[in-house]
């Protein structure tokens, strides 16, 4: 959604939040060696607010390729699919946190989220998912299509999010070792640094984009190895083995 064009000198034309319309490409994840990395911010420091929303409109051509294919991770913190197909909550859709004590719980102070659509292959979502630190129960929230999710939390939350300075923000991998591929395509992704409310959320997937985004990757770039980042922030990423899809 949206449009990044260039001008004759090759230099991005980055639209500003509002209004998106359904035009351009989106990228492809090869699921084995393709993935985007953005160099670590204050503005995707996830921590400096305890709450975030993330929201993306995604294509899979595999929920199995590996156990945990990941949409995108900062740090400790990030929103998976389940890929192992003999697991109870296969395809489904989960955000894993991290809290700052490494304690609290049975898991190290991780907590996972897990909502309970079972994704499909070869068909276009948006989804989306809020959190929301300081809240003493249910402190995140996926919407698949806009619809909030039925969730299940597993390890009980407590404290404040891990701190993410100087991880980068990765899409389509783990960060760690560039294991947990994303098999499919990806036609935006947007971060805001506080929770949005649902009418906001459904919107975005409507083409709308409320201000004060943290990064708003649109990657109708259509060619090059840079997703640039249409919010005022400019946390362009890198784009590593990535192909673009005309929409």
């Known amino acids: 959604m949206g449009t990044t064009t260039l001008t004759a000198a090759g230099s991005p034309v980055r639209e500003q939040s509002g209004r998106r319309v359904q035009s351009g490409y989106s990228l492809s994840l090869n699921g084995s ?9 204050r503005s995707l420091q996830l921590e400096r607010t305890n709450a975030f929303t993330v929201v993306l409109r995604a294509r899979l051509r595999s929920t199995s390729n590996n156990l945990l294919p990941r949409f995108w991770e900062k740090g400790p913190h990030y929103l998976c699919v389940m890929g192992d197909s003999s697991n109870p909550r296969f395809r489904e859709v989960a955000l894993e946190v ?24 070869n ?6 998912v809020t959190f929301d630190a300081s809240r003493r129960s249910k402190q995140a929230q996926i919407y698949v299509d806009g619809v909030p999710e039925a ?11 891990f701190a993410t300075a100087g991880k980068p923000w990765v899409i389509g991998r783990r960060t760690r070792d560039l294991a947990r591929q994303l098999d499919g395509l990806v036609d935006w992704l947007v971060v805001y640094p506080s929770v949005l409310a649902p009418a906001q959320i459904a919107a975005i997937g409507n083409g709308s984009r409320p201000a004060g985004a943290s990064a708003d990757w649109e990657f109708d770039e259509g060619s090059g190895t840079t997703a640039y980042d249409s919010s005022q922030h400019r946390n362009d990423g890198a784009i590593v083995d990535g192909s673009y899809a005309a929409n």
């Open 123 to 128: 068909r276009w979502y948006v989804l989306a």
């Open 33 to 41: 060696s393709a993935y985007i990395s953005v160099p670590d911010a």
């Open 98 to 121: 991290q809290n700052a004590s490494g304690g609290g719980n049975t898991n190290g102070g991780a907590t996972e989220y897990w909502g309970d659509t079972r994704l499909q292959t």
């Open 151 to 161: 969730m299940t939390t597993i390890y009980p939350w407590s404290g404040t999010l």
